[in-house]
């Protein structure tokens, strides 16, 4: 993770370095406010990165002599299969063309985003991936 933190932090540095050319000699506020808020976006992602590679252990991707076999095994624990993102998705699809169509939709997309969010949250809790 150390060295994904730091891509992400240089990356950042040159992004802030863009935004003050491109704000100079265009002085054109919108594509410089997009570059400054880029510059943001890059230094919290780079600040978590580097913050977290601190306190895990190192990776094999930190280590210079690594392999790639070094890196396998499990890497976590991930959900099966799940129709609750396809809820949220329609939910949340409705929710934003309500405020286009009219916020009448909004009675159709309240339910499915709460159903859709509610299983999602409580999915382990019941039926076959039930923790025992």
């Known amino acids: 993770m150390k060295i994904q933190?730091?891509?992400?932090?240089?990356?950042?540095?040159?992004?802030?370095?863009m935004a003050v050319v491109y704000g100079v000699w265009s002085k054109e506020p919108a594509g410089t406010t997009a570059l400054f808020l880029a510059f943001g976006?890059?230094?919290m992602v780079g600040y978590y990165l580097a913050f977290t590679a601190r306190r895990v252990d190192a990776g094999a991707q930190?280590?210079?002599?690594a392999d790639v076999a070094d890196d396998a095994g499990e890497l976590g624990f991930f959900a099966p299969h799940s129709w609750q993102p396809?809820?949220?998705a329609v939910g949340g699809a409705l929710a934003f063309?309500?405020?286009?169509i009219g916020w009448?939709?909004?009675y159709f997309s309240a339910p499915l985003i709460a159903v859709g969010l509610?299983?999602?949250v409580f999915e382990f809790y019941r039926g076959e991936n039930q923790n025992q």
Not at 97 to 100: P, T, Y
Request: charged share 10%; aromatic share 18%.
């Open 5 to 17: 933190g730091r891509m992400f932090i240089w990356l950042s540095v040159f992004i802030l370095a």
């Open 41 to 43: 976006l890059c230094i």
């Open 62 to 65: 930190d280590n210079k002599n």
């Open 86 to 88: 396809l809820s949220l």
């Open 97 to 100: 063309a309500s405020i286009a």
């Open 104 to 106: 009448w939709l909004m």
């Open 118 to 120: 509610f299983g999602w």
